[in-house]
């Protein structure tokens, strides 16, 4: 057995076998985390780290069955859900900075305000999350006129899997 996080959502009662929003290669895992912060995130990983626990990322679950197949004989799931919202917005500069949890439809809303898009069209777009549609680079149909995902992506902030936050690019206009 792992030790409990102390930051996590829940330990889930469901046998495998058993539905559950982060089931996955038909079992549960051992823990949801539930991360609200940069500190949280990292601390999330070097708590696995040290538990010696697989953790599988959780935006919408829209792509989650892409990839290899779970080896790890106890995991937990990391999830995103907390992790929501616009951080900041500059209409006039085309430049939108969010969360990694945060709902494609809900960024779609916030820039139609202001007769922007985000030309993403990810399978499962109704529940795709920014940071599910970024690490998978989902595109469809728009492909060939947008290109994809990551060609927009001006820069992000992340984890490392041995637990060091990191970034990549800048905002810059």
């Known amino acids: 057995m792992i030790p409990d996080p102390s930051f996590h959502i829940s330990s889930f009662v469901y046998q495998d076998g058993m539905p559950s929003p982060f089931m996955l290669d038909g079992r549960n895992p051992a823990y949801v985390i539930g991360p609200s912060s940069e ?36 995991w937990s799931a990391l999830s995103t859900s907390g992790w929501t919202g616009v951080v900041e917005y500059s209409p006039e500069d085309l430049v939108i ?12 809303r916030v ?6 898009m985000l030309p993403f069209d990810p399978p499962s777009a109704a529940k795709a999350t920014i940071g599910g549609v970024t690490a998978t680079n989902s595109q469809g149909l728009w492909r060939p006129t947008y290109g994809l995902p990551r060609d ?4 992000l902030r992340f984890v490392t899997g041995d637990g060091r936050r990191a970034k990549a690019g800048g905002k810059v206009v």
């Open 39 to 74: 500190e949280e995130f990292q601390e999330a990983v070097l708590w696995a780290q040290s538990a010696g626990c697989a953790l599988v990322p959780f935006g919408g679950g829209t792509q989650i069955a892409q990839g290899n197949p779970l080896r790890a004989e106890t």
């Open 97 to 108: 900075t969010v969360r990694a949890g945060t709902p494609l439809e809900d960024i779609q």
């Open 111 to 116: 820039l139609q305000e202001h007769g922007q």
């Open 152 to 155: 927009r992506l001006l820069g």
